[in-house]
T-cell receptor, first 111, second 117 residues
Framework: EDKVVQSPLSLVVHEGDTVTLNCSYE??????LLWYKQEKKAPTFLFML????IEKKSGRLSSILDKKELFSILNITATQTGDSAVYLC???????????FGKGTHLIIQP | NAGVTQTPKFQVLKTGQSMTLQCAQD?????MYWYRQDPGMGLRLIYY???????DKGEVPNGYNVSRLNKREFSLRLESAAPSQTSVYFC????????????????FGPGTRLTVT
């Protein structure tokens, strides 16, 4: 059974800080790892990672995958209050049976 | 281009009542999914449809049925609602999990908040 574990489950930091969110996984057939941001409503897509060591970057957010150690990290630099959200890590195992999600990291950015 | 739409946004049911949650996508995606999200449990897959005409059970299918009406629409039915089905329900779609890896990316609807009393 595929498994995704995110840490920490919650995190409170001040605006301007840098945060690192962790995602470790166990999977039978790895195809891709995805990060989503969820504010009040639907999860919105951030990154998809398929290869080890290649950083994906979008503005102040970046992510990298380590397929040997089975984890990924999501970094947010110079955090802003608008970054407050639940960040979800998900695995695609190569079939049509959806994504396996972690429980998420609830990030709160204080002004 | 609306993406994935869901109706209704909110619903309150009494135990034993039935209802259907509707989902539609306008991205010409092959695969569609229903998830539920509960506090502390993350998103869990209820049913999925890899392509038009096919449906399969996910992790938590008990108490639900689905219909892939056509390529655009995928509905979720609760035949006899129970308080344990109180949750937020999300529909999602993806291009295809069988082709290019970029097709794995799923797009989510705004969700339906369901309360069963």
């Amino acid at each position: 059974e595929d498994k995704v574990v995110q840490s920490p489950l919650s995190l409170v930091v001040h605006e301007g800080d840098t945060v690192t969110l962790n995602c470790s996984y166990e999977v039978t057939n790895f195809r891709s790892l995805l990060w989503y941001k969820q504010e009040k409503k639907a999860p919105t897509f951030l990154f998809m990672l398929t290869s080890s060591g290649i950083e994906k970057k979008s503005g102040r957010l970046s992510s990298i995958l380590d397929k040997k150690e089975l984890f990924s990290i999501l970094n947010i630099t110079a955090t802003q209050t608008g970054d407050s959200a639940v960040y979800l890590c998900a695995l695609s195992g190569g079939g049509a049976d959806g994504l396996t999600f972690g429980k998420g990291t609830h990030l709160i950015i204080q002004p | 281009n609306a993406g994935v739409t869901q109706t209704p946004k909110f619903q309150v049911l009494k135990t034993g009542q039935s209802m259907t949650l509707q989902c539609a996508q306008d991205m010409n995606h092959n695969s569609m999914y229903w998830y539920r999200q509960d506090p502390g449990m993350g998103l869990r897959l209820i049913y999925y449809s890899a392509s038009e005409g096919t449906t399969d059970k996910g992790e938590v299918p008990n108490g639900y049925n689905v219909s892939r009406l056509n390529k655009r629409e995928f509905s979720l039915r609760l035949e006899s609602a129970a308080p344990s089905q109180t949750s937020v329900y999300f529909c999602a779609s993806s291009e295809s999990p069988f082709g290019r890896i970029s097709g794995d990316e799923q797009y989510f609807g705004p969700g339906t908040r369901l309360t069963v009393t």
